[in-house]
């Protein structure tokens, strides 16, 4: 009897970091598995979640910043890093392991989300020409946050961190399809899938409607294939709900991408 209880309380725990693992991850979808590994990535027949799309959490600032200052903070705080000389000279630095790098292996860090900073009531109006630039530099996996004044185009200030994981932005979401079309167990499915929707071929991450989500490897503790994703938090690491336009969602419910090391997990099986 007593065997049997334990068992039974065993059980019970691996049920409940199944259960806890569905909430979190898979939203009710289910993986398709297939002579050990995914031969064909299921269409589902709901969707996902009704969240909007991710975007960094932004706090009350004194104003929005245009869609012009956005572009130009970025090229301040980017280019801050990555030096003078050409584009191709620094394409050569960020392939030889030299300077910050974004999601798609190139020179200069990942732009997340810009900002105003928060201003103090007695701050004078020039701060207005301030902007803050979230950035993650893949090459030492980092979040950067610099602030950085629009008149001057200097950069005032630069904080780095490690394993902070702000939600993931488009571009990374995009990333992750093209990490995941570029694996020989993964592709097939996703692309097969694409093709039974709509009759056509998936070739660009670009036919895809896509949400994500940054992913941590505490998430997964006692899911099958934990060990896979134990890097998650310390490597940049996302899940995608993708959704054929116009379609039905693709379950990729099951899969972690990891940006960092440009590979794809299948977890929780």
Known sequence: ????????????????????????????????????????????????????????AVASHSGRLTSEESREASRIAIDAATGPG????????????DGERN?????????????????????????????????????????????????????????????????????EAREAVKVILADRRLGPGMRAS???????RLTSPAQLRLQSMSFLGSRAEGVDGARKVSRCGEHRCVQLFVRIPGGKWIDTS????DLSARRAAVIGL
């Open 1 to 56: 009897m007593t065997d049997n209880a334990t068992d039974k309380s065993a059980a019970d725990t691996r049920r409940r970091h199944h259960r806890r693992w569905r909430v979190s991850a898979a939203l009710g979808l289910t993986a398709v598995l297939a002579g050990g590994g995914i031969a064909a990535l299921r269409t589902a027949g709901s969707p996902a979640s009704d969240a909007s799309e991710p975007a960094a």
């Open 103 to 171: 999601a798609a292996g190139g020179p200069g860090a990942e732009p997340l989300d810009t900002r105003r900073p928060l201003r103090a009531k007695s701050a004078s109006s020039a701060t207005d020409s301030r902007a803050e630039v979230q950035l993650y530099d893949y090459a030492s996996d980092t979040l950067i946050t610099r602030v950085v004044d629009l008149r001057s185009k200097k950069v005032l200030d630069s904080i780095r961190r490690h394993g902070v994981q702000p939600p993931p932005t488009l571009a």
């Open 86 to 97: 050409t584009a191709k000279d620094r394409q050569k630095a960020a392939e030889k392991g």
């Open 254 to 257: 099951r899969i972690v991408i």
């Open 194 to 200: 694409y093709a039974s929707q709509t009759g056509k």
